[in-house]
């Protein structure tokens, strides 16, 4: 069970580029999520999959798209790379997104990206 | 807006001894609580969670208490080890979403 996963593990973009971020997980979760980590703040959301087939947006979408591509992949995409993303990227996964249940989210290693 | 705050960035401890961070929160409806270690260059680990209905929850060598009086939060850590360095998070749920707090970094000196 390798969890979730994520790549690339490190990205170097030049402003204006395009990219995409995937994310796998195989722990048969329905709900997935994209969070940012920026130096000496928490984990804020970008957007949020609640189930197979859905997207929302989190607290940050600016500047994001995102994909469900099936129930174990959910990909991030940046369309123009700005600096102001550069950050490190986690994908997220938890059983169900009721709102309700004790749903405890399994992160993944981090995507380092950094805008020139 | 709402937010989730740490009252102190950093914590130094001696090997042995306890730890005890705290988090203040302000959203009084968020109905779950979470703390997460997340150690250098890798995603945040959950650690124990307590729900807004109960006040302690216990776990191995840690411990949550919820005071929703004044909408504080803490995490106990007993006998500290240095494997416990990390910076660790608390995160409130409401609905679909997790808010984090900033972090604290704790550091445990052999």
């Known amino acids: 069970n390798a969890g979730v996963t994520q790549t690339p593990k490190f990205q170097v973009l030049k402003t204006g580029q395009s990219m995409t971020l995937q994310c796998a997980q195989d722990?048969?979760?329905?709900?997935m999520y994209w969070y940012r980590q920026d130096p000496g703040m928490g984990l804020r959301l970008i957007y949020y999959s609640a189930s197979e087939g859905t997207t929302d947006k989190g607290e940050v979408p600016n500047g994001y798209n995102v994909s469900r591509l099936n129930k174990r992949e959910f990909s991030l995409r940046l369309e123009s790379a700005a600096p102001s993303q550069t950050s490190v990227y986690f994908c997220?996964?938890?059983?169900?997104?009721?709102?309700?249940?004790?749903?405890?989210?399994?992160f993944g290693p981090g995507t380092r990206l950094t805008v020139l | 807006g709402e937010s989730v705050g740490l009252h102190l960035p950093t914590l130094s401890v001696q090997e042995g001894d306890n730890s005890i961070i705290n988090c203040a929160y302000s959203n009084s409806a968020s109905d779950y609580f979470i703390w997460y270690k997340q150690e250098s260059g890798k995603g945040p680990q959950f650690i124990i969670d307590i729900r807004s209905n109960m006040d302690k929850r216990q776990g191995q060598r840690v411990t949550v208490l919820l005071n929703k009086t004044v909408k504080h939060l803490s995490l106990q850590i007993a006998a500290t080890q240095p494997g416990d360095s990390a910076v660790y998070f608390c995160?409130?749920?409401?609905?679909?979403?997790?808010?984090f707090g900033q972090g604290t970094i704790l550091t445990v000196h052999p």
């Open positions: 997220a996964s938890s059983e169900w997104a009721s709102g309700i249940s004790t749903d405890t989210q399994y």
């Open positions: 722990m048969n979760h329905n709900s």
């Open positions: 995160a409130e749920l409401s609905l679909l979403k997790l808010t």
